[in-house]
């Protein structure tokens, strides 16, 4: 019965052992486990956050795009109004009535002879009929404008270009600001 003995002792130490062996393999896997899900973990966060960036990136482009493509739209309708009203009171300057365009016209023509002295005064075909020059200003012709004279000095060195449309652009210039302010401010 000795040897049944020592066959049950090694079996029943060779069964520990087996048991034991299983328990650290089983450890070893499950701390394997724990650490690929961690790497997981991390690997699914670092991508969450690399997405999101990527997303907020896109976003911001997107909105940036739609900001600078709405200023455009805005511009282009500002600059339309804009040129739209000065045309309008261009057409306005135009149609000027009769006796107040005689009455700018003799002063415009006293002030042209104070600065140039004897000179020439040109006016479209319809004003021509309006213009009553001071002596020593001479009428030269007509010139293609809506309304308004340009003088120029005898020697031709010189011109005062008082036409609407040159006019109508300086006070645009100057009060451009102003304009700007009162239409869209």
Same mark, same amino acid.
């Given at each position: 019965?000795?040897?049944?003995?020592?066959? +049950?002792?090694?079996?029943?130490?060779?069964?520990?052992?087996?048991?034991?062996?299983?328990? %650290?393999? +089983?450890?070893?896997?499950?701390?394997?486990?724990?650490?690929?899900?961690?790497?997981? #973990?991390?690997? =699914?966060?670092?991508?969450?956050?690399?997405?999101?960036? %990527?997303?907020? %990136?896109?976003?911001?482009?997107? *909105?940036?795009?739609?900001? *600078?493509? @709405?200023?455009?739209?805005?511009?282009?309708?500002?600059?339309?109004?804009? +040129?739209?009203?000065? +045309? #309008?009171?261009? /057409?306005?300057? /135009?149609?000027?009535?009769?006796?107040?365009?005689?009455?700018?016209?003799?002063? *415009?023509?006293?002030?042209?002879?104070?600065?140039?002295?004897?000179?020439?005064?040109? @006016?479209? $075909?319809?004003?021509?009929?309006?213009?009553?020059?001071? /002596?020593?200003?001479?009428?030269?012709?007509?010139?293609?404008?809506?309304?308004?004279?340009?003088?120029? $000095?005898?020697?031709?060195?010189?011109?005062?270009?008082? #036409?609407?449309?040159?006019? *109508?652009?300086?006070?645009?210039? =100057?009060?451009? @600001?102003?304009?700007?302010?009162?239409?869209?401010?």
């Amino acid at each position: 019965m000795g040897l049944e003995k020592l066959v +049950e002792d090694i079996l029943l130490k060779g069964d520990e052992r087996a048991q034991e062996i299983i328990r %650290q393999g +089983e450890a070893e896997r499950d701390d394997q486990i724990l650490a690929a899900d961690d790497q997981i #973990r991390l690997a =699914r966060e670092k991508a969450e956050k690399k997405a999101d960036a %990527q997303i907020s %990136q896109m976003e911001q482009h997107e *909105l940036s795009s739609a900001e *600078l493509e @709405s200023r455009k739209t805005l511009l282009a309708a500002q600059r339309e109004v804009l +040129e739209d009203l000065k +045309e #309008r009171s261009l /057409a306005e300057l /135009a149609n000027y009535p009769s006796d107040r365009r005689e009455k700018l016209y003799d002063s *415009l023509s006293a002030k042209a002879k104070a600065i140039l002295g004897e000179c020439v005064v040109y @006016s479209n $075909s319809a004003d021509g009929v309006l213009l009553k020059p001071p /002596a020593g200003v001479i009428k030269g012709g007509e010139i293609d404008c809506v309304g308004g004279l340009v003088f120029e $000095s005898r020697d031709g060195s010189v011109r005062l270009d008082y #036409r609407f449309e040159t006019l *109508l652009e300086e006070v645009w210039n =100057r009060k451009m @600001s102003e304009i700007y302010s009162q239409l869209f401010g």
